[in-house]
């Protein structure tokens, strides 16, 4: 059955850098998510992503954040200058798109700032 | 803001009883609702969706919409030990048509053998 794959598992970075987490959605899935869960919180949405362009970004996405689809498979998160509070798990989804509303997560990459 | 109101439990229930998990949801447009469970460190995985007024059911899982009271439920019938999860009552709230999953805080359940 087809999944949502995300590399890598476990990400340990110091506080300033720089992280790209990675994430192949499923093949024939059009719209592309973000969410993070900090550690005994909710899921929280972070942004979307349809035709190319972020279609919805929440008031946690700043401008530290950003996505891209740099080939046909990759979907992938940047975090430019890391802060310990985004000290996370990060969650992928895709959605198939027309008419199926239905998401389905990746298996998250854990973010870890020192 | 909109949101996505659970007991966050633990709820625990005996092997082989009925487990009910309940949700409120305040925006009222919302036309499409999940629910997911979430064993500890891994991620969400979609186990119902219900977007009528009415039951659904799937095996041991029956999902309850009731759109006029803004309430979704769902029953996990023959309770087993691998059932015990935290299940995340998720609902789609659109603004200016772009959408997005809102989700509950969850609720912790525990089947005791």
């Known amino acids: 059955e087809p999944e949502v794959t995300q590399t890598p598992s476990h990400q340990v970075t110091q506080m300033g850098q720089e992280v790209i987490l990675r994430c192949v959605p499923i093949?024939?899935?059009?719209?592309f998510y973000w969410y993070r869960q900090i550690l005994g919180q909710k899921v929280e949405f972070l942004v979307s992503?349809?035709?190319?362009?972020?279609?919805?970004k929440s008031e946690i996405f700043d401008d530290q954040f950003s996505v891209e689809r740099p080939d046909g498979s990759n979907f992938t998160l940047k975090i430019r200058s890391t802060k310990l509070e985004d000290s996370a798990m990060y969650f992928c989804?895709?959605?198939?798109?027309?008419?199926?509303?239905?998401?389905?997560f990746g298996p998250g990459t854990r973010l870890t700032v020192l | 803001q909109k949101e996505v109101e659970q007991n966050s439990g633990p709820l625990s229930v005996p092997e082989g009883a009925i487990a009910s998990l309940n949700c409120t949801y305040s925006?009222?447009?919302?036309?499409?609702f999940f629910w997911y469970r979430q064993y500890s460190g891994k991620s969400p995985e979609l186990i119902m969706s219900?977007?009528?007024?009415g039951d659904k059911e799937d095996g041991r899982f029956t999902a309850q919409l009731n759109k006029a009271s803004q309430y979704v439920s769902l029953l996990i019938r023959d309770s087993q030990p691998s059932d015990s999860a935290t299940y995340l009552c998720?609902?789609?709230?659109?603004?200016?048509?772009?959408?997005?999953?809102?989700f509950g805080t969850g609720t912790r359940l525990t089947i005791i053998p």
């Open positions: 992503f349809y035709n190319n362009e972020i279609s919805e």
């Open positions: 925006d009222r447009g919302s036309q499409s």
């Open positions: 998720a609902v789609i709230t659109t603004n200016f048509g772009n959408e997005k999953l809102t």
């Open positions: 093949s024939n899935h059009l719209y």
């Open positions: 219900i977007y009528s007024n």
């Open positions: 989804a895709s959605r198939q798109g027309r008419g199926y509303n239905e998401q389905f």
